[in-house]
């Protein structure tokens, strides 16, 4: 168990729809990543929160969003979905310092259906 | 930008023989190295990652990865596998701005049998 949770495990919806994916890091951790795992693209990294802050985005689509909350939770907003955003969705923390480079924990995932 | 081939998308060994998975890298500046295995319906989880420093580097589970700045490689190793190795792996490299977010490569599923 990495210590980062979460939630839901699975997510099944329509197209057009919008659906909220929860993510909490491990105790103390100060950064949060969100990645996105397909079978056509990959591993890809969406976006980076640190202490609240939008740090760096990647690969992100204008449909999604994120925000960290002051208790260090992070929820990825995911709208007018299409039947491609179907995926695996990680979430994954790290103290994260500017001078080190630290593994990052990773959740166990949210499955995401879209039909 | 930062990248990461892993030429093998399995890699099949016998349990009890030595096990390599590949991983090529292409950074401008220090390479921050990692890898990382997916059991199914699972997460990633750690195993070991290069900074700086000794080339060989040691992780969990008794494996091992060696860095290799002239062929730009960072291969996973193992002496002896184990059956309950078999997972998918990957190999990632970290952004070396600061921000730190991880470039995965595609995958290498390692198989090993009885």
């Known amino acids: 168990d990495s210590g980062v949770t979460q939630t839901p495990k699975h997510l099944i919806t329509a197209t057009g729809q919008r659906v909220t994916l929860r993510c909490s890091p491990r105790s103390g951790d100060l950064s949060v990543y969100w990645y996105q795992q397909s079978l056509d693209q990959g591993l890809q990294f969406l976006i980076q929160y640190y202490n609240g802050e939008e740090r760096a985005k990647g690969n992100i689509l204008e449909r999604f969003s994120a925000q960290q909350f002051p208790d260090l939770h992070s929820e990825l907003n995911l709208s007018s979905l299409e039947l491609g955003d179907s995926a695996l969705y990680f979430c994954?923390?790290?103290?994260?310092?500017?001078?080190?480079?630290?593994?990052?924990?990773f959740g166990p995932g949210t499955r995401l259906t879209v039909l | 930008a930062q990248s990461v081939a892993q030429p093998e998308d399995q890699v099949n060994v016998a349990e009890g023989n030595p096990l390599t998975v590949k991983c090529t890298y292409s950074?401008?500046?220090?390479?921050?190295l990692f890898w990382y295995v997916q059991y199914p319906n699972r997460g990633l989880q750690f195993l070991l990652k290069y900074i700086t420093g000794d080339n060989l580097v040691k992780g969990s589970y008794g494996f091992e990865a060696e860095f290799n700045k002239s062929q730009t490689s960072f291969h996973l190793k193992k002496p002896s596998a184990l059956v309950s190795d078999s997972a998918l792996y990957f190999c990632?490299?970290?952004?070396?701005?600061?921000?730190?977010?991880?470039?995965f490569g595609t995958g290498t599923r390692l198989l090993v049998s009885p």
């Open positions: 990632a490299v970290s952004d070396n701005t600061g921000f730190q977010k991880l470039v």
């Open positions: 950074v401008s500046g220090n390479p921050y």
């Open positions: 994954a923390s790290s103290p994260f310092t500017e001078l080190s480079y630290n593994e990052q924990f």
